[in-house]
């Protein structure tokens, strides 16, 4: 029988192994609709989680891995490439991923973004299908110095867009109309999107209104989010990428 690893708080299970900071319980898969049900409202409450060989999960869960590009050095190119941290990254994002049964990698057409899921489509043995409707939000015409104040002015108005810019309401429209059409076309499937910083946080905010300007300059190069789904659509973020614990690998 397979296995689960579930994110609870070391006050609810004493006894539960200790990962990292993560707290893990493991929980046999072998469970009724109803203990998968509760299950899910105290994941959804109070944590995440991460699993192997559940079999019984993948029939009742869409799954979505948002991935924020590596490191690239700035030009105003908007297809430049990543670095060499950058590339590095791209590498422990593979890492990351391969353990999951994903079955489908979708990308901006940047070259940023499509770099930092490479190492992961040559591991899986799956193709890079490019869809343009993931691209950044463009923010319009600023200089560098002026950038997070440029950003910061489209959150604070959702429908304000720069001159030859992309109003936050816009882009994010746009990126949820790429994710309804793939969550159809993959239901119970669990896939990979790799993305912008911008367009990421705009995704995430309508899952959870809490997502601000502060929640998009705190994203790193490379992030990663989950987007959970249940049969009723109810969907649960949480995040995959720490430095830290990277850094320490």
């Known amino acids: 029988m ?19 900071k993560s707290v ?26 991460q699993y192997d060989a559940t079999e019984r999960m993948q029939q009742t869960m869409s799954i979505f891995f948002l991935v924020r590009h590596a490191h690239a050095d700035w030009t105003p190119d908007e297809n430049r490439p990543l670095s060499a941290r ?31 899921i490479t190492p992961l489509a040559r591991r899986l043995g ?27 002015a489209t959150w604070r108005d959702s429908s304000f867009a720069h001159p030859e810019g992309e109003s936050n309401t816009a ?11 793939l969550k159809k076309q993959h239901m119970t499937e669990q896939i990979v999107l790799s993305t912008h910083g911008n367009l990421m946080a705009l995704i995430l905010q309508s899952f959870d209104p809490s997502v601000d ?28 990428w720490y430095e830290s614990r990277y850094d320490e690998l």
């Open 126 to 152: 799956l193709p890079v299908h490019i869809e343009p409707e993931l691209r950044e939000r463009r923010l319009g015409n600023s200089t560098t110095e002026e950038f997070f104040k440029a950003v910061e």
């Open 213 to 240: 300007f502060a929640f998009w300059k705190s994203l790193t190069m490379p992030d990663i989010y989950t987007l959970s789904f249940n049969q009723v659509g109810k969907a649960v973020m949480s995040k995959l």
């Open 24 to 49: 893990f319980v493991k929980l046999d898969v072998g469970l009724d609709d109803r203990t998968i049900q509760d299950l899910w409202e105290r994941m959804a409450n109070v944590g995440y989680w």
């Open 86 to 116: 950058g590339h590095d990254d791209a590498n422990r994002v593979a890492d990351i991923l391969r353990q999951y049964p994903i079955s489908a990698i979708y990308s901006s057409p940047f070259l940023r973004a499509r770099e930092t």
């Open 2 to 20: 397979g296995s689960k690893l579930v994110k609870f708080s070391v006050q609810s299970f004493p006894k539960a192994r200790v990962i990292g």
């Open 171 to 181: 882009a994010q429209q746009r990126g949820l109309a790429v994710l309804r059409r």
